[in-house]
């Protein structure tokens, strides 16, 4: 299996999101120095933390006003042009105000920082999550690990500035903190005991989880096989985009193909919109839409009475015993033949069933059965993949276009 850089919880988050942004990111590394301010904001926060906690494993107790110092300092010394605010109603002042806040609030709750012994900061750890044959080499840094001497355990800490708060089920469910107790746990088995600890230092809360060892098994396999997938996402190039509300936040906007158009035309003088042929295209095709539901809503009612015409036919030829009924200019010819009816699944699954049965039990299911397109583009993949490779071989490949006109939105 050909693996040129190792997943991450994030990566991994990317894939499910959009896979486009996924291919960016981590198959081409296409360089992009756009920021959202609200990353900038957490970069800040973390580094200032990370200060402060070193200090603090020296035996040094810092003042809050020192920790805001660092937060400043650090705002001011890496802010760049690229970094973006998408929410209109705020200013970087607000962003940076709300990051201090959170900081102070922090430094109120755990001062003087004895909670528990500092035994890493912002630890780049590598691991491989295995299952079966297969090995997934994973990456991830870890912002605070403690060892708790009063209740003798572990804790592995994350610190977390987004503007919502996670419920204590979305913890009970988080992967990221919990697959990294599984790779410590792997270093050092005392880490299966650990505690999780989450700071969303913009609500000013502490949220916490515990894992079972059998709770980071399954962990480890799920995310297996959503690395897995990604493998074969790469050998296949099978990388769409996928449109949300996460393209806000996007650093690939300007070069990804649903927005690049788009975002061009947002700028453009009105002569300069109304002349661009991708413009011209949509409204042509618009116009053709519209016309095109005009005649079909024509042709509906046309058929619909000639429906109504058929079924009075068919009363009229049952009624007088004739199977040609003359006309002016054209006439009717009426004829029946007995089919069977096939039951289908969603209707009679019993009877579609005992069909089947009967039907292969005699030798005589491949004389009716047939394998279609439709269904082999719906099932092959979630097959293994050794079959998958074996039937992909046989067959044809083509890109199917598709051109759909939707209301604009953004
Ligand atoms: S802008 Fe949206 S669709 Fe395009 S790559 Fe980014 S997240 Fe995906």
């Given at each position: 299996?050909?693996?040129?850089?190792?997943?991450?919880?994030?990566?991994?988050?990317?894939?499910?999101?959009?896979?486009?942004?996924?291919?960016?990111?981590?198959?081409?590394?296409?360089?992009?120095?756009?920021?959202?301010?609200?990353?900038?904001?957490?970069?800040?926060?973390?580094?200032?933390?990370?200060?402060?906690?070193?200090?603090?494993?020296?035996?040094?107790?810092?003042?809050?006003?020192?920790?805001?110092?660092?937060?400043?300092?650090?705002?001011?010394?890496?802010?760049?042009?690229?970094?973006?605010?998408?929410?209109?109603?705020?200013?970087?002042?607000?962003?940076?105000?709300?990051?201090?806040?959170?900081?102070?609030?922090?430094?109120?709750?755990?001062?003087?920082?004895?909670?528990?012994?500092?035994?890493?900061?912002?630890?780049?750890?590598?691991?491989?999550?295995?299952?079966?044959?297969?090995?997934?080499?994973?990456?991830?840094?870890?912002?605070?690990?403690?060892?708790?001497?009063?209740?003798?355990?572990?804790?592995?800490?994350?610190?977390?500035?987004?503007?919502?708060?996670?419920?204590?089920?979305?913890?009970?469910?988080?992967?990221?903190?919990?697959?990294?107790?599984?790779?410590?746990?792997?270093?050092?088995?005392?880490?299966?005991?650990?505690?999780?600890?989450?700071?969303?230092?913009?609500?000013?809360?502490?949220?916490?989880?515990?894992?079972?060892?059998?709770?980071?098994?399954?962990?480890?396999?799920?995310?297996?096989?959503?690395?897995?997938?990604?493998?074969?996402?790469?050998?296949?190039?099978?990388?769409?985009?996928?449109?949300?509300?996460?393209c806000d936040?996007?650093?690939?906007q300007d070069?990804?193909?649903?927005w690049r158009h788009p975002l061009a035309m947002e700028n453009a003088e009105v002569?300069a919109y109304?002349?661009n042929?991708g413009v011209?295209?949509?409204?042509?095709?618009?116009?053709?839409?519209?016309?095109?539901?005009?005649?079909?809503?024509?042709?509906?009612?046309?058929?619909?009475?000639?429906?109504?015409?058929?079924?009075?036919?068919?009363?009229?030829?049952?009624?007088?015993?004739?199977?040609?009924?003359?006309?002016?200019?054209?006439?009717?010819?009426?004829?029946?033949?007995?089919?069977?009816?096939?039951?289908?699944?969603?209707?009679?699954?019993?009877?579609?069933?005992?069909?089947?049965?009967?039907?292969?039990?005699?030798?005589?299911?491949?004389?009716?059965?047939?394998?279609?397109?439709?269904?082999?583009?719906?099932?092959?993949?979630?097959?293994?993949?050794?079959?998958?490779?074996?039937?992909?071989?046989?067959?044809?490949?083509?890109?199917?276009?598709?051109?759909?006109?939707?209301?604009k939105?953004r």
């Open positions: 299996m050909s693996i040129n850089r190792p997943f991450s919880i994030t990566s991994l988050g990317t894939f499910a999101s959009c896979r486009l942004q996924f291919r960016y990111a981590y198959v081409d590394r296409v360089e992009t120095e756009t920021e959202s301010v609200e990353a900038f904001m957490g970069s800040r926060v973390h580094e200032a933390l990370e200060e402060l906690y070193r200090q603090v494993k020296n035996g040094l107790v810092r003042s809050k006003d020192w920790l805001v110092e660092k937060y400043e300092e650090g705002w001011r010394k890496n802010w760049h042009a690229a970094v973006r605010i998408v929410r209109r109603d705020f200013s970087a002042e607000d962003y940076l105000r709300r990051g201090r806040g959170g900081l102070e609030e922090f430094h109120d709750r755990y001062r003087p920082f004895d909670q528990a012994k500092v035994v890493a900061l912002e630890e780049k750890i590598s691991f491989t999550v295995r299952d079966g044959e297969d090995e997934f080499p994973f990456v991830g840094v870890v912002d605070r690990i403690d060892w708790n001497p009063k209740e003798n355990l572990f804790e592995i800490h994350d610190y977390k500035t987004s503007g919502s708060l996670m419920t204590q089920a979305e913890a009970d469910a988080d992967r990221q903190l919990a697959l990294y107790q599984h790779a410590l746990t792997g270093r050092d088995p005392e880490y299966a005991n650990a505690r999780l600890v989450w700071h969303f230092l913009l609500f000013d809360k502490e949220v916490r989880s515990r894992r079972t060892p059998a709770d980071l098994a399954a962990l480890a396999k799920d995310v297996a096989g959503e690395a897995r997938a990604i493998e074969a996402a790469k050998a296949e190039g099978d990388f769409p985009p996928r449109k949300s509300a996460l936040w996007c650093a690939y070069i990804c193909p649903l002569n109304l002349g042929p011209r295209l949509v409204a042509r095709y618009a116009e053709l839409e519209a016309a095109k539901k005009t005649r079909r809503d024509e042709i509906a009612e046309l058929e619909a009475e000639q429906k109504r015409v058929e079924e009075a036919v068919l009363d009229f030829a049952r009624r007088e015993k004739v199977g040609r009924i003359d006309g002016p200019g054209h006439e009717l010819w009426v004829t029946s033949r007995e089919e069977f009816g096939v039951p289908l699944k969603k209707d009679d699954p019993g009877r579609w069933e005992r069909l089947r049965k009967l039907v292969r039990e005699a030798g005589r299911f491949e004389d009716v059965a047939t394998i279609n397109a439709f269904m082999l583009n719906a099932r092959a993949r979630s097959w293994p993949r050794e079959l998958y490779d074996k039937i992909t071989a046989l067959l044809g490949r083509r890109t199917v276009w598709k051109v759909e006109l939707r209301e939105r």
